[in-house]
């Protein structure tokens, strides 16, 4: 499967396949720093992020990391470590009602958790995936196996990875899928001692999601360019002759065989076409 420019042009293709698989490696890198503890970081490489605005005019905004939430409100930065099961009730003051009143916090908490070892994964997965970009490059070392492992494992980390950010999003920002790529609005109404009347909530997602959104439909790109690439026809035959050894399977990918019954001049210099060059020279 693949079409005959993709053939004569495999070299320029796979290598932009690689160039575009290593940005989008940069790009999960960079959503990996959601995964610290530092407060600071976490406001520029949130995953989701709120402003909620409250009857008596407080404001306070939210960041969402992968192990921890930072709430802001005034000049006041407080850090939650998501590991502690009892941080959706940790508030300052009269804003505690903000956590269970209408934010899922504990199935926000529990989903950034779970998100850190897909993210890892996601990081680990595309190395392989830049290796086997760069494998295809040439006929001799193009292979069956890299041609469907890259179009299988692109197109499943795509699928996986966006319906992850979508469970994400839901439990974080309570999007819908209509909206899923807009602010979220939502005015609400709370009555408590000390705090009662409209409560304006505008959530979105952040940085470190647009990161790996961006990496993963990247992926497209790469799967795309497997589909373009063939193997070449004398690796697409099967296997009959005995003892092939893998050089000489390999050599099926730049039009050579096996050396010593086909010719194998563009790896043997000086080899003459049908002489067996697993045979000492016997001239002397």
Same mark, same amino acid.
């Given at each position: 499967?693949?079409?005959?420019?993709?053939?004569?042009?495999?070299?320029?293709?796979?290598?932009?396949?690689?160039?575009?698989?290593?940005?989008?490696?940069?790009?999960?890198?960079?959503?990996?720093?959601?995964?610290?503890?530092?407060?600071?970081?976490?406001?520029?490489?949130?995953?989701?992020?709120?402003?909620?605005?409250? =009857?008596?005019?407080?404001?306070?905004?939210?960041?969402?990391?992968?192990?921890?939430?930072?709430?802001?409100?005034?000049?006041?930065?407080?850090?939650?470590?998501?590991?502690?099961?009892?941080?959706?009730?940790?508030?300052?003051?009269?804003?505690?009602?903000?956590?269970?009143?209408?934010?899922?916090?504990?199935?926000?908490?529990?989903?950034?958790?779970?998100?850190?070892?897909?993210?890892?994964?996601?990081?680990?997965?595309?190395?392989?995936?830049?290796?086997?970009?760069?494998?295809?490059?040439?006929?001799?070392?193009?292979?069956?196996?890299?041609?469907?492992?890259?179009?299988?494992?692109?197109?499943?980390?795509?699928?996986?990875?966006?319906?992850?950010?979508?469970?994400?999003?839901?439990?974080?920002?309570?999007?819908?899928?209509?909206?899923?790529?807009?602010?979220?609005?939502? /005015?609400? /109404?709370?009555?408590?001692?000390?705090?009662?009347? =409209?409560?304006?909530?505008?959530?979105?997602?952040? =940085?470190?999601?647009?990161?790996?959104?961006?990496?993963?439909?990247?992926?497209?790109?790469?799967?795309?360019?497997?589909?373009?690439? &063939?193997?070449?026809?004398?690796?697409?035959? =099967?296997?009959?002759?005995?003892?092939?050894?893998?050089?000489?399977?390999?050599?099926?990918?730049?039009?050579?065989?096996?050396?010593?019954?086909?010719?194998?001049?563009?790896?043997?210099?000086?080899?003459?076409?049908?002489?067996?060059?697993?045979? &000492?020279?016997?001239?002397?």
């Amino acid at each position: 499967m693949g079409l005959a420019f993709g053939d004569r042009n495999r070299g320029p293709i796979m290598f932009s396949a690689f160039v575009v698989s290593f940005v989008a490696w940069i790009l999960i890198f960079a959503a990996l720093f959601s995964t610290s503890r530092d407060a600071s970081i976490i406001q520029g490489v949130c995953w989701a992020t709120s402003e909620t605005t409250f =009857p008596n005019g407080t404001v306070m905004h939210s960041y969402i990391g992968i192990k921890e939430r930072v709430d802001v409100v005034e000049s006041s930065i407080t850090s939650y470590s998501w590991d502690d099961e009892h941080s959706c009730d940790q508030r300052s003051g009269q804003l505690a009602v903000y956590s269970k009143d209408y934010w899922s916090c504990e199935e926000c908490r529990q989903t950034a958790q779970a998100a850190e070892l897909w993210l890892i994964t996601a990081a680990i997965t595309q190395v392989f995936q830049m290796t086997t970009d760069l494998q295809r490059t040439t006929r001799y070392g193009d292979l069956n196996c890299q041609k469907g492992m890259g179009m299988i494992t692109g197109v499943w980390g795509t699928y996986s990875t966006l319906k992850s950010l979508r469970v994400f999003m839901e439990a974080c920002t309570q999007r819908s899928v209509e909206d899923y790529m807009q602010t979220r609005v939502r /005015h609400l /109404h709370i009555n408590r001692t000390g705090l009662s009347g =409209p409560v304006v909530v505008e959530s979105k997602g952040g =940085p470190g999601m647009v990161l790996l959104l961006l990496a993963t439909i990247l992926k497209l790109y790469d799967v795309l360019c497997h589909v373009i690439v &063939p193997t070449p026809a004398a690796k697409q035959e =099967p296997v009959t002759e005995e003892e092939l050894c893998l050089v000489d399977y390999m050599a099926r990918n730049s039009d050579a065989a096996r050396c010593g019954r086909i010719e194998l001049e563009e790896l043997v210099v000086g080899s003459a076409p049908g002489e067996d060059c697993g045979q &000492p020279d016997q001239s002397n």
